[in-house]
């Protein structure tokens, strides 16, 4: 469908607006600026596929939708938000449950009462387990602790902190919760009762038939023209950033800030995540979509199972193999896939630095994970979308 659409580059016209980046935030300002200005939108993208961070495919061999760079579940409680994407695709009832390995046995997450009671063998009630937790922090119970360990014990005691959270937070930073600040939990949910949906918003669910077709019917507008491998710093194709400024024409960028302005100021730190494809000649290996690694003898910290995601689907599955992808994190280098900003003061002080150099750019539009380096939801990225058309986009359009 999208390539069918794409540009011939050797006799064209700029567009109304040029989108780089084919990911939730461009799609929708582009469907928007159709919708509402009648634009002509140029979407261009580095790499071979839309829909960003959150693309996936069907994988031959078993019949799973792989999420490409790792599990992508939607949920949210912004009527305005559920309402906007139900025009592209329904959802199916998924409901996310996590569960994590610790010392060869498999108990549920978030923390809960059902948690609580297999780990110390008892049958508390949950005011009793709520009393045990508070003993449990000690001497740190009532303090403000600055590293993410003794706040991981002061909020959930030290028995289930170290079993369920030091381990998997040390593997997923690369570096002892000692040395990390407390603000990055700030809180760790527990639940003293038996609920272990992982997500408490109003409505969630996956796309019906897939991410990739509920992207593909955004865009589905003969005024939305996609062009994918083309990089905007390439000055030797037409949709790059200094041609672009010449000709006046309004951007939406959605890629890393600080390689818009060529790391003027330096680099902004991210984490990032590498995956292992493991697959077995079973139906099912895990049982569940997501299982977490507690223990630090596990060099990665989670698995996830595509299959789980979708049992509706076991028609189209094979019932004999499985494919399993092993999530190991890591620190991001320059052409890595940034994943999570890392948001350290110094992070933080430099971002400000670059924002206020946006505002300088007067017909550019920054936006999505990477152009404001914040960590989103897919909810939030099109919450925010929609509101960065209606105040920043539209208004460029009209002049």
């Not at 979407?43 to 693309?55: E, K, L, S």
């Not at 599990?71 to 949210?76: I, K, V």
């Not at 790391?263 to 991210?270: A, F, H, I, Q, T």
Request: hydrophobic content about 35%; overall charge negative; aromatic content about 14%.
């Amino acid at each position: 469908m999208v390539d069918a659409r794409i540009m011939n580059m050797t006799d064209f016209e700029y567009p109304d607006l040029v989108i780089v980046g084919a990911g939730l935030f461009g799609l929708t300002v582009a469907q928007q600026a159709v919708e509402h200005a009648g634009a002509r939108v140029h979407i261009i993208d580095v790499r071979d596929h839309i829909g960003g961070n959150a693309y996936s495919y069907f994988d031959p061999e078993t019949g799973a939708e792989i999420h490409r760079y790792g599990a992508h579940l939607f949920h949210t409680s912004n009527k305005r938000v559920w309402d906007y994407v139900n025009r592209f695709t329904s959802f199916t009832n998924y409901v996310h449950r996590v569960y994590a390995t610790h010392d060869g046995e498999v108990y549920p997450l978030p923390i809960n009462l059902g948690t609580i009671n297999q780990f110390f063998h008892a049958h508390y009630t949950p005011a009793e387990a709520q009393q045990l937790i508070a003993e449990q922090a000690g001497e740190l119970a009532g303090t403000d602790p600055e590293n993410l360990n003794d706040k991981g014990i002061q909020l959930i005691g030290r028995p289930l902190y170290e079993a369920f959270i030091k381990n998997y937070t040390g593997k997923q930073w690369q570096t002892d919760p000692a040395e990390l600040p407390a603000s990055i939990i700030k809180r760790l949910p527990v639940r003293f009762n038996y609920d272990n949906r992982y997500f408490k918003d109003t409505w969630e669910g996956l796309p019906a038939d897939g991410y990739t077709k509920w992207f593909e019917r955004m865009i589905d507008d003969p005024r939305i023209t996609v062009e994918l491998g083309v990089d905007f710093f390439d000055e030797s194709q037409p949709y790059n950033k200094t041609a672009l400024q010449a000709a006046g024409v309004p951007v939406v960028y959605t890629g890393p800030i600080d390689r818009y302005f060529d790391y003027e100021l330096g680099d902004l730190k991210w984490r990032t995540v590498d995956f292992k494809e493991v697959r077995y000649d079973e139906g099912d290996h895990f049982g569940c979509p997501v299982m977490n690694f507690s223990d630090a003898d596990v060099p990665y910290t989670r698995a996830i199972e595509f299959k789980n995601f979708n049992p509706e689907r076991a028609a189209s599955q094979n019932p004999n193999k499985t494919v399993v992808w092993e999530e190991y994190s890591r620190f991001a280098e320059r052409g890595d896939e940034p994943y999570y900003p890392i948001n350290t003061d110094a992070d933080k002080t430099l971002y400000a630095q670059y924002e206020a150099k946006a505002a300088a750019e007067p017909k550019t539009v920054f936006g999505g994970r990477l152009g404001t380096y914040k960590y989103y939801d897919m909810h939030q990225v099109i919450d925010t979308a929609l509101t960065a058309y209606e105040s920043q986009v539209a208004p460029l359009l009209a002049k």
